[in-house]
């Protein structure tokens, strides 16, 4: 297939052109050519959003949009909320507008977020899954608001009979990347920690099936719709401490105070630390995808251990 990445420098579009290179023809996207040529080499065409209309949208099989400013860079104010949002419409937006005036229909795959859902009660064994209802008109909070405007941005493309595929991301697990580069540190000298009342649900996956996963939906242009790109066994944050703890044979023992997170952290330490979302990957498993790290022990053994 002839791949169009947009995207593709963050730890996931790495990952993914590195399993795709082999069989596919890709082309990434970014804002700098220099900086693109840098980090995929002779793996992919590089190509800016400047240079992006001289490109022909019937010549890509499928497009891949990863692009968005990372939700946990900064505390949240109006200008760093504006800066979430627009990072994932506009370029959706962009693309799709693109592939319209061309008259393209590639598979469009797109990423969301599991925080569309909106935020959970702690300690509810309820669980979020595609069919689950989402209050589009009135998001509960601020991550459902930016994974509503997100899915909203791709409705002209689904209008022109574009199929679009979104894929929901839980909190992706790598060694020296996300929330494992920033736990990492205070974990390995014995300083991790329960969160607040660690019974907040972490919504997880390993970054291996993050990429199997995306594989098979490019595989079969006919699944389209929301996709959750979750682990099927969600764990509370307290559990996620406790293996992270063990497989780094370190103990855990100290407590952080909801407080606290609240005075560091304002809004985003209530949604990203204190709070959570319940979800499991139901159509997936129904399409037949077969997780290679279900389980949380497993997929951080594969990362601290395994290598």
Known sequence: MNILIAGASGFIGHALVRSLKTDHHITVLGRNKATLQREFSNAATCCTWEELPQLD??????IINL???NIA???WNEAVKKQLIDSRVSTSTILIQWIIK???????IC???VGIYGL???????????????NTNHPPDFLSEIGVCWQEALKPAVDYGIPVTTTRFGVVLQKGQG????????????????IGDGQQSLSWVHINDVVGALTFLLNKRELTGAFNLTSPNPVSQQEFAHELAVCLNRPLFLKIPAFFIRLLLGEMGECLLLKGQRVVPKRLLE??????????AQALEREFRAH
């Open 111 to 113: 990423a969301n977020a």
């Open 73 to 75: 860079a900064s505390r």
């Open 102 to 108: 061309h008259q393209a229909k590639p598979h469009f």
């Open 120 to 134: 959970q009660e702690n300690g509810d064994p309820s669980s979020f899954d595609e069919d689950t209802l989402i």
């Open 287 to 296: 399409s037949g995808y077969q997780f290679q790290y279900p389980q949380l």
């Open 67 to 69: 692009c968005g400013f």
């Open 179 to 194: 929330m494992l580069k920033k736990l990492f540190p205070s974990f390995y000298v014995g300083l991790g920690a329960t």
């Open 57 to 62: 949208a019937k010549q890509f099989d499928a």
